[in-house]
């Protein structure tokens, strides 16, 4: 089963180390979105492109987080300076981008804890 | 700003029972209302989802209700399992394929 896949799974790092996380989308869906998660909450979006066009970016964005999609194909997802505050669940997403109402397949997630 | 409120927070139904979670909104300009289910250490996965223009959709014990005059929704989950004990998050979406906008989600316990 090829679905999206999220790498590392768990990452624990100091306040103001960076950070980067890898997401592998289905390899025919031309969208990918990012999502943060805290406990208790439902997921809340951060960003999503498609295929290489990064199209939109949440206000929860600050510019510590940076994204990128080369080439469409995978995308990485940086945090800068960590805080405490960025401790939560990053969960990745992809669909096909190409009709109303696509499904979002989303991936396990990589949980960040910084202490 | 919380544009999809969900309740309750926490549910508790006995097996074969039926399971209610509701959710409003408020921006007129979402177009397509999906549920997810999500186990722990799990992302989120589909479940069902509705368009405004019908009120009612059902997939196999799962329901939603559309009452788009109210701008509320709600899943039924009928014969409730004890392996649908999970955390339910209703969603909208406006412009069809758009970011998803979930409510604060619902965490289900069905007792065997």
């Known amino acids: 089963d090829t679905g999206v896949s999220q790498d590392p799974r768990h990452k624990i790092t100091k306040r103001g180390q960076n950070v980067t996380f890898r997401c592998d989308p289905i390899s025919e869906h031309n969208r990918l979105y990012w999502y943060r998660q805290t406990l208790g909450q439902g997921p809340e979006f951060l960003t999503y492109f498609q295929n290489e066009a990064q199209l939109e970016k949440s206000r929860l964005l600050s510019d510590r987080f940076s994204a990128e999609r080369p080439k469409g194909s995978f995308s990485t997802l940086e945090i800068q300076r960590t805080e405490q505050g960025d401790s939560a669940m990053y969960l990745c997403?992809?669909?096909?981008?190409?009709?109303?109402?696509?499904?979002?397949?989303f991936g396990p997630g990589t949980r960040l804890t910084v202490l | 700003q919380q544009q999809v409120k969900q309740s309750p927070q926490s549910l508790i139904v006995q097996k074969g029972g039926i399971s209610i979670i509701n959710c409003a909104y408020e921006n007129t300009a979402f177009d397509y209302f999906p549920w997810y289910q999500q186990f722990p250490g799990k992302g989120p996965a589909l479940l069902i989802a509705i368009r405004p223009d019908v009120s009612e959709k059902k997939e196999g014990r799962f329901t939603i209700s559309f009452n788009k005059s109210a701008k509320q929704f709600s899943l039924h989950i009928m014969d409730s399992q004890p392996g649908d004990s999970a955390t339910y998050f209703c969603?909208?979406?406006?412009?069809?394929?758009?970011?998803?906008?979930f409510g604060k989600g619902t965490m289900l316990l069905v007792s065997p």
């Open positions: 997403a992809s669909s096909l981008g190409t009709s109303v109402g696509d499904t979002q397949y």
């Open positions: 969603a909208a979406t406006k412009g069809g394929y758009s970011t998803l906008t």
